[in-house]
């Protein structure tokens, strides 16, 4: 069974840290490009950040910039978003999405997500 699992989201002060774990069951880990997008309350979804497949490589919307850092570990089958200098309007559902296109064929999944919510 596939399964993503968000955790770590919560309540925090502007300016404040948070980190956000999505742990990974089901499919083989390495071979998916993992994802963060996030949905702020009454609006469309927002893609975040995305790390590779070997995780060499990271990348990030413009206002994430400085700010997130995406990581994974492939031991233990995670992701990781370490936010910090948050602002009210990073305030939304954290997604991880895991997605793969080989073959001719595309594979994604999706977690239920965790809710940030910056406030003071």
């Known amino acids: 069974e596939v399964q993503l699992v968000e955790s770590g989201g919560g309540l925090v002060q502007p300016g404040g840290s948070l980190r956000l774990s999505c742990a990974v069951s089901?499919?083989?880990?390495?071979?998916?490009?993992m994802t963060w997008v996030r949905q702020a309350p009454g609006k469309g979804l927002e893609w975040v950040s995305a790390i590779s497949q070997t995780g060499g490589s990271a990348y990030y919307a413009e206002s994430m910039k400085g700010r997130f850092t995406i990581s994974k570990d492939s031991a233990k089958n995670t992701v990781s978003l370490q936010m910090s200098s948050l602002k009210p309007e990073d305030t939304a559902v954290y997604y991880c999405?895991?997605?793969?296109?080989?073959?001719?064929?595309?594979?994604?999944?999706w977690g239920k997500g965790t809710l940030v919510t910056v406030s003071s």
């Open positions: 089901g499919f083989p880990f390495d071979d998916y490009t």
């Open positions: 999405h895991a997605d793969q296109y080989y073959d001719g064929s595309y594979r994604n999944y």
